[in-house]
C-alpha cells in the first residue's frame, strides 16, 4: 500500500510505503496548538519507505522541553506534514489532514493525552482513551 500527501498550496509532497499503523487522536497541549484547537490525527509510516517527493520541509524542535518531537511543515503556507519523535526513530507521524486519500487513515484506534483535554473537548466513546501517551 503507498500512501500519499502534499501540503495544502503543493509545494511539499511526500509518499510512504504502508500501511499505517497507530492511527491515534492525540489531545495534548503541543499538538493542541499545531492543530488550532482540536486534537491532532496522525497515524504511523515506517521510515524506511517513507519518502519526500516534491520540495523541502521545514522542521521545529521545542529547546526548553526535554525529549521533545521535531514537527515538519511547508515553509510556504505552513501545513503540518508530519513529525520525527526521538523516542520512535523507526517511524515517521503522518497528520491525517495531509492526506491524498484520508481513506487510508480509516480512522483513530485510540485518544492520547486525555489529561490535557479541555473541557469542551468531545473525548471518543468508541476507542479507548488514555491519559498520557499508552504503552
Not at 493542541?32 to 484547537?37: E, P, T
Not at 523541502?56 to 529547546?63: A, E, H, L, Q, Y
Not at 476507542?127 to 499508552?134: G, N, T
Amino acid at each position: 500500500m503507498t500512501i500519499t500527501g502534499r501540503c495544502y498550496c503543493g509545494d511539499v509532497h511526500y509518499k510512504a510505503e504502508g500501511p499505517g499503523f497507530m492511527k491515534f487522536e492525540c489531545y495534548c497541549r503541543e499538538c493542541r496548538y499545531i492543530s488550532g484547537g482540536g486534537p491532532v490525527m496522525g497515524m504511523a509510516v515506517l521510515h524506511e519507505g517513507f519518502e519526500i517527493t516534491k520540495g523541502d520541509v521545514k522542521g521545529f524542535t521545542r529547546s526548553d522541553m526535554e525529549g521533545a518531537v521535531t514537527r515538519e511543515f511547508c515553509p510556504n503556507c505552513g501545513t503540518h506534514l508530519f513529525t520525527r519523535a526521538p523516542g520512535f526513530p523507526q517511524g515517521v507521524i503522518l497528520k491525517i489532514g495531509s492526506l491524498d486519500n484520508p481513506d487510508d487513515f480509516g480512522g483513530a484506534e485510540f485518544a492520547a493525552f486525555a489529561r490535557d483535554a479541555e473541557s469542551w473537548h468531545r473525548l471518543p466513546t468508541d476507542i479507548p482513551v488514555h491519559d498520557r501517551w499508552p504503552g
